[in-house]
C-alpha cells in the first residue's frame, strides 16, 4: 500500500491550508501525525471508514479537522487557523485492519506511512 500526501506548503499565522493523502488500496484507520524539528513525531488526527468517527489531538481540537472520501482511498485534514508551532512535516499513516479507539494515536499501530509534507507557518 503506497501513500501519497500532498497540500503542505507555506502560509502566514492565521492562514489556511489542506493536506490531502491517497492510499494505493482499501485501508482501515487513517491518520496524520506531525515531526516538528528536534522533535518526535505526534498524532495529530485520524478517522476509521465507519460513520465519520474521528480523533483529534487536543492541541489542534477546534482549529483541525479531518475528514476522509472512502470511495477515494483519501484522507483530508483541514487546518485553520494556523499558528507558527504548527510548523512541521505532515506524515501520513494508515492502518490494513480495525483496531481499538484507543490506540488510534499509537504510532506503532500504523502499517503504512508516506513520505510526509511540509507545512510552514511564518508569524
Known amino acids: 500500500v503506497q501513500l501519497q500526501a500532498s497540500g503542505g506548503g507555506y502560509v502566514q499565522a492565521g492562514g489556511s491550508l489542506r493536506l490531502s493523502c491517497a492510499a494505493s488500496?482499501?485501508?482501515?484507520?487513517m491518520a496524520w501525525f506531525r515531526q516538528a524539528p528536534g522533535e518526535e513525531r505526534v498524532f495529530v488526527a485520524a478517522?476509521?471508514?465507519?460513520?465519520?468517527?474521528?480523533r483529534i489531538a487536543d492541541f489542534v481540537r477546534g482549529r483541525f479537522a479531518i475528514s476522509r472520501d472512502n470511495a477515494k482511498n483519501t484522507v483530508y485534514l483541514q487546518m485553520n487557523s494556523l499558528k507558527p508551532e504548527d510548523t512541521a512535516v505532515y506524515y501520513c499513516?494508515?492502518?490494513?485492519?480495525?483496531?481499538?479507539?484507543?490506540?488510534?494515536?499509537?504510532?506503532?499501530?500504523?502499517?503504512?506511512w508516506g513520505k510526509g509534507t511540509l507545512v510552514t507557518v511564518s508569524s
Open positions: 499513516a494508515a492502518r490494513r485492519v480495525r483496531i481499538v479507539f484507543s490506540s488510534w494515536s499509537d504510532p506503532h499501530v500504523m502499517d503504512y
Open positions: 488500496t482499501s485501508v482501515d484507520l
Open positions: 478517522t476509521s471508514p465507519r460513520g465519520g468517527s474521528s
